[in-house]
């Protein structure tokens, strides 16, 4: 089982983004797919989940109107669109997958998302 995510990096305020979550080793199409992230001396917080299908969304206050999650299920993938991106976006930002049929969960190994000018 494998969840990795990629398309972090350096950005100005303003700028934006797309991190993108390869998932392998399971059948992402049965599991809800979010997106943590985690500041330096800062807890793991939710930014955005979405369902098995894709069909409904959810996003922390912090980042609504900026950010867009969205998902592929015959790429086994999902994407994190990211605009209008703040300093206070920077954290490492994690993929993780959730059963839709009992509490397993997956998580990805982060990728460095920097704002700053």
């Known amino acids: 089982v494998q969840l990795v995510e990629s398309g972090g990096g350096l950005v100005p305020p303003g700028g934006s983004l797309r991190l993108s979550c390869a998932a392998s080793g399971f059948t992402m199409s049965s599991y809800g797919m979010s997106w943590y992230r985690q500041a330096p001396g800062k807890g793991r917080e939710l930014v955005a989940a979405?369902?098995?299908?894709?069909?409904?969304?959810d996003y922390a206050d912090s980042v609504k109107g900026r950010f867009i999650l969205s998902r592929d299920n015959d790429q086994n993938t999902v994407y994190l669109q990211m605009n209008s991106l703040k300093s206070e976006d920077t954290a490492v930002y994690y993929c993780?997958?959730?059963?839709?049929?009992?509490?397993?969960?997956?998580w990805g190994q982060g990728t460095q998302v920097t704002v700053s000018s």
């Open positions: 979405i369902s098995v299908t894709g069909g409904t969304t």
């Open positions: 993780s997958a959730l059963s839709r049929y009992n509490d397993r969960r997956y």
